[in-house]
């Protein structure tokens, strides 16, 4: 089973996928609506507002969460 480069959110099923495309490395939430993956900023703040909403930390404690997360991820490791 494959998990998204971008997220590590197991890809499960067919739905996981952006347009259903099971080709593709990375899951619906991380891609645009074309089915291309967005960009780390748009990736960066989607995943620091999710931090927010359910731990509820501060933005700035939230967004360096987010970094050390992507940080890890095959998508993200050779970014900033
Ligand atoms: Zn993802």
Redo the contacts with the bound molecule.
Sequence with gaps: MKT?I??G?PLREKKDYPLEDESKD??V??ANADGTLQTYDERLDGMTSFIIKTQGLDHEVAQSVAKDMMSKLPAWKDVH
């Design positions: 998204c971008s997220c959110m990375y899951c939430h991380c």
